[in-house]
């Protein structure tokens, strides 16, 4: 079997993770349940980059147990857990799942190798052992949806363009591994292209550049929008960042956050999250915000909204939750306190100017441990930043919790069924998931935490105006 | 001027409040600022129908300043604060509102006399005096939307159904108010009707019955959907609902929340406003939820989420806020303790049972203190209801405070200036107000509240891919 | 019957919230059941003074049940509710309550009639009808208990002072008082003193005052201060306050605290609760201390800690708890915000300068509603004052709620149980109740909340080196 | 010279962190400032034990700044950080500090390694390297106070019990090192008691042994017990479980505690933290309690208060805090859900029946990491059990953070001053340490979170019968 990760002998460990956190994921458990014999996915190929972790495991499983075909690599250079990507290449032996997945990731991975191995997923074998691409994605960030469009237009254009011709680190990498490939086969993407049915779609970034690719008329085939299901959007972002946010501080410094002052950079869902956690440990929270709707919310629920120029004096800690860039500069730095606290859980690591720190004439790096560093001045002064500037809560400690994926993850697996088998139903373009689903995903959860749900009755029912089942909210409710 | 209130003696003081809350509503103060000169709803004739509150006092001058004719009805027989209502009628002298403007309103009106002053909203008078109808409709629940459809409706029929044609006790008065302006004037509601250029209408239900018009084509002007801006929806249920809740509770019964186990019939946007409220107190708060996604955010917010059934018994103050009926039954007051508290601040009373309650054999009804009722079980037990199942916030205590009014009445006066100056844009249909506007009436209220507002420059605004002054968010955004 | 209350008409709805009241104090109930056949009291003749409430009305009653005779006066001039006084007047008609119980107070005494009605409490009358002094007394704030001791000096003296010889508005009445009893009886208080077997006092200020005499050597008879128990300090100072702090607010001004900015002058009890109930309701929360442990908890709470000074600028609301003089001061009122809000919810009125602000050359001071008075400043700015500086919780809204004062009462009864029949182990001096009582007292309250309590085997207790039924804690433990 | 530790090789990486650990120390790091120069434990040889991690480190290194010559152990087998260990040993090479400190300490040492250690703390040098006794012993939990005094009191006795005199595994080691030392010189502990000046104690179980020694009459000298200052027990207790009991299940499970039933076993200062914890996290939880006082501020602060027997079938997480023994027993593990997690944060690891757990018929104890072991009963039922029932937050995280242990420490630092040079004062005895110190403790912790503190003017403090540094509260104060 193919495959590339770091440590096979860590597969046992690993095991004994993936069975701990299978009891906290009841919905992809009840996916298993549910379509396990019918195998809803049987035929299915599905080429899947998403950090490669524990949970990541118990979702590549149930795609396995549904029928799927998969390949896996991780959409993330630091997020694997090696341990989870050894036990899903080894499998569990059992009769759904004998031999195991082929997965491509390691912690640690330069940027070449990262695209060496993305590109991996793509080549599937039929029942005769021959070459076949996929015919579905599961995709966090668009990493592999960009390798096929991309690929596509390169051969359609007839080249691939030079690596000199961008400055872009990453790109160039892109570059060369799409050209080597075309040299290889001149419609090699054109062909995977074709074969591809659909993608699901994790990330705000991802769901974005697909729906650019809508717009501009060059999207390949329809796509999923699993990031903005409720049960994703509000869940993970919100209670996923609460547990994860002072689990990454906690494990990077240990330092006491009760009577520190901490300033969220951004208050959507992730900040808001964000926010709660610090409180709840007893921290002062200042909240900054570019939307008068978000900021009035920050202010409602207690706590100041103020411009980050206004208060990086004397804040201990600074987390950065937008989604935007150039949030923490240089300027930002040079005025805060010695030993303050600088991370990131919002999205890319240029949400903090990592770049702009660097070049600081004098500035010395200096590594405390893995992911945690202390930037030193000139003039002694040291300010700490978790993660390089990447996600503090999968760099610093082990991401989201299990429960809260198993909602973002049921989406997923209900988006890739829905796409896989109704394809019909869904023309070229990025839908979201129908809200019965949306709901049903949430429904597979509360058993597990010992929720009651009520029931309508008929006339309620129709005094609401909805099915006694559901759904029972309009588009326009915000939860 | 006609009008009709309680007390005009009281208008001193209802002034004194008026201005006090004005310091707290800065939204409409800053309509007053922007546009008392341009005055854009000169020509405007409002027929209103609100709450006739210290705020909504703020909200009827401000249309004013800006220009506009009106006059005012209650929707709710028991809100009125008299004060208010006197205040507004004898203006405060300033050369903007010499005259003060005529309301038809007082605490305590009978159904009869409710829908004798609803009616009266729409006799306008022009420049020589002579009758003449509104051209804008302001609504909270649709009362007087109503009138106009239902009116047209028969005058097309050629006839008003007789009173006996309905059991509906509110009913017959519509019927009754309208057979005799028809009797008057067979095409006096088919004027009028013709005469509107549109409605704003306040509440989830007034927009539910808006949109079934609009469905089944009967809506005769457009609406703008006040009630689904995020300032409004967001705030007013939310923030409004954790303020007022417990000082309803509070002024009702004097009852200490600590330590007590509450239960949150609902888990929307009031509901969530009120578990915080109650916890914020120290009540262990239990939910109840029909929604599985309402029901998960319950409890990641660390909320038991049981069935009615499963509590009923121990617990010791029951709130509905579910907009749905028949939500607390007979069968469960009988299981309540002694001395447990119910109320309402979802919607109408009937999410109590209250007409069940009345039947139970041997019930007697002893009331404490207005809006305050112990109903005394055969056994000696003694439920205590406030507002008898109407809302509570309002019957128990003053109604949401001015500055989340603030947020709601600005989006009034945006969407009456919006339908009245670029009607052509709004051809018949139901439509929300435009994001920019609703971020807008954020903004005007950050200052009053010391927020700092963080600006993008243009590179972030071009990586976002929005505006540098917004709006900042997909329609899918839920805050 | 001798008595001097302000309608005793209202004794119908006043008997109505005493019942209501009853269920809430399970502490004084059960004190009725276990003793009200014993009648531990019988023969006690009890003066007491403490502000004349509903909940005072179910701790004399049950005085009264438990066999002792009562009369009774408020020790305040303004926290009267003239319903209670009535009802406690007129009595419940049950037979061991025929007549009721003498009372003297009404909302809104003068000075002069304070101290008339003060002195009253002492006219018992023995059997045959003669005249006769209490043998106990039960006193807040320790002002029954200066007249009999100032009494006592003065005739030792052979003289009571002139009431030129004082400042002090108010203790020229209380020279006048005694000077008027004395001349009628020159041994009057002497003799009144040497039959009081003890007092026991409720406040912090009525048992510093104790402890003073003491330690000068002056005081007359034992005393217990019931203000240290656990059950009363921690509870009545902390969670009351969390509860009527914001019903003061509310009520008073019906502004919305969310997104204010609220300080709040001192972090014992009563500023942990105070600042808990406007954290609760989404204000953000500033705090201002002296004592450095308390400054650091607030800090571990996750409250900022500054100076008055640093921050009068911008706050919204301002609420003194500290039992010191002189926190809000007339150089801090005039740098406040237009309307902004000040409050005392701590001891006296002096913790707000209010004789300062109403020396400001050309303030009006005008009263929005009773207890509610905005100061004009001469630049027109407003600011509000609550209760004219006393406190908030009683003169806005109606003090602690009857659960928490059912702990502090039942105290009271334990501790006049105690030094009644137990005279003999209390020679002169000051003494808290054993922690037996005390973990007694909340004992009492847990069935009516539905708390389970855990009961040691003897095992566990031998290993703490406690009884398995209590005390558990020794006398250092903070709670 | 001598010391014995894991792996000198990790001093750097000590050392980093020790710099760290320092910043968030500023009581320590004060102590240094202050008393560098003078130099008051000059003479001092102070045997330590206590648990040797990053905070005890520069506890450590303070003491030797401030003069001592310290010689440490540990007081918990699995609690040492091998780095901090290895960083005090080898010292920072400055002026202050250049040859570092003997420690003998590492994570893992069995029992009978545990007690060699122990016993070489107290094998000082003088200057001309003859063996001599410590002057002084700061020590937590009392093992090291217990060598001396059972040494001291065999010696009288003439002999050492033998091992077989006892079946406690620990209490045979116990006497085999002393036997081995009186073998060795038959007043040897009689020797080291007697020039033992005294004794600073952190733990309430040392403290106890104390007392209960004192009472005996055995106690051969002074000691303060540093766990009553309010600013060890208020914060280290409270704070610093609100801190760590997540930090410890985040490490030891990645579980999402949102949603989670949490059972808080006592609700005193460790419960309350614990509870406000996981509530923080959105956990619902429960308290059990046998306190009737501490039982009703668990409900006054909302938490549902039942037996655990009530609650054991459905909760998901058990954490132990009452410093008693057997609360988690053989019967309830049995009923407990499958994955349940159970772990101690109070006391001794017999907070938890681990002993009977083992013992139950075909139960295998399974290792999932270290310090995480999962129990599988014979129907194949999981309970996670953390840090083998030891204190979790040690075995799974990294205890107390600096911050609050910096308070805590500043203690031990004040205390060993005291009782150093003004050991006149102390006559044989336990003492806690004088207010004024408990608040300077605080004072030099609110610099460094930018707390402003009041300071009272002298008609303030003379109001309040304080002075104007303080201290300000009387001892019955609970804070």
């Known amino acids: 079997m193919d495959y590339k990760v770091a440590d096979l002998s860590l597969a046992a460990f690993g095991r004994k993770e993936l069975t701990l956190a299978e009891h906290e994921m009841p919905g992809l458990m009840e996916m298993r349940r549910r379509y396990g014999a019918s195998k809803p996915l049987a035929g299915a190929r599905i080429a899947g980059s998403l950090h490669m972790t524990i949970q990541t495991g118990v979702l590549i499983e149930t795609l396995v147990a549904l029928g799927a075909d998969v390949r896996w690599a991780t959409c993330n250079i630091f997020s694997t857990q090696d341990h989870a990507a050894a036990a899903v290449v080894v499998g569990d032996g059992t009769a759904e799942n004998p031999t195991g997945t082929p997965v491509f990731a390691w912690k640690g991975e330069t940027l070449a190798e990262y695209w060496d191995e993305a590109e991996k997923v793509f080549r599937f074998k039929d029942a005769d052992g021959n070459a076949i691409g996929p015919n579905m994605i599961l995709d966090d960030g668009g990493d592999i949806t960009l390798l096929v469009h991309q690929g596509t237009e390169f051969e359609k254009a007839g080249a691939v363009p030079s690596q000199d011709s961008t400055d872009n680190e990453e790109y160039k990498e892109v570059l060369r591994v799409l050209a080597r490939s ?12 074709a074969g591809i049915k659909g993608v699901t779609e994790e990330t705000t970034t991802g769901v974005l550049r697909l729906y650019d690719r809508f717009k501009e008329g060059s999207l390949l085939f329809p796509a999923i929008n699993v990031n903005d299901s409720v049960t994703k959007s509000k869940f993970d972002n919100k209670y996923g960042c609460r ?22 950079c951004g208050y959507g869902d992730v900040g808001k999250g964000s926010a709660e956690s610090l409180r709840g ?21 207690g706590y100041e909204v103020k411009r980050l120029e206004s208060v990086v004096d004397f804040a201990d800690i600074f987390i950065t ?25 919002g999205h890319f ?22 992911q945690v560093h202390q930037w030193i001045f000139p003039d002694g002064k040291k300010v700490i930043v978790l993660s390089e500037g990447r996600l503090l809560n ?32 869904y023309p070229i373009g990025v839908y979201v998931l129908p809200k019965h689903l949306d709901e049903e995903v949430a429904r597979l959860h509360l058993d597990a935490i010992g929720v009651e749900l009520t029931v309508l009755n ?15 909210k309009s588009d326009l409710y915000r939860y």
């Open 182 to 193: 075309v040299a290889n086969d001149p419609t090699y993407w054109t062909n995977i292209g």
């Open 243 to 264: 547990h994860s946010l002072i689990d990454g501080i906690n494990r990077g410094t240990d330092v006491m956050i009760a009577g520190k002052t901490a300033v969220i």
């Open 281 to 301: 440990q007893g921290a002062r929270v200042i909240v900054t915000e570019i939307d008068p709707i978000c900021a009035l919310q920050a202010a409602m629920d």
């Open 321 to 345: 939750t937008t989604g935007n860039f150039d949030i923490i500069r240089v300027e930002h730095f040079e005025r805060m306190k010695h030993q303050a606290i600088v991370g990131n859980i």
């Open 349 to 370: 690591d240029n949400e903090i100017d990592m770049a702009g720190l660097a070049k600081i004439e004098g500035i010395v790096k200096d590594e405390i441990k893995p």
């Open 394 to 425: 999968l760099g610093n400690a082990t991401g989201h919790p299990s429960f809260v994926m198993s909602n973002s993850f049921t989406n997923q697996v209900l988006a890739q069924i829905e796409l896989f088998t109704k394809l019909e139903e």
């Open 458 to 472: 008929q006339a309620q029912a129709d005094y609401l105006g909805v099915p006694v089942e559901g759904p029972f």
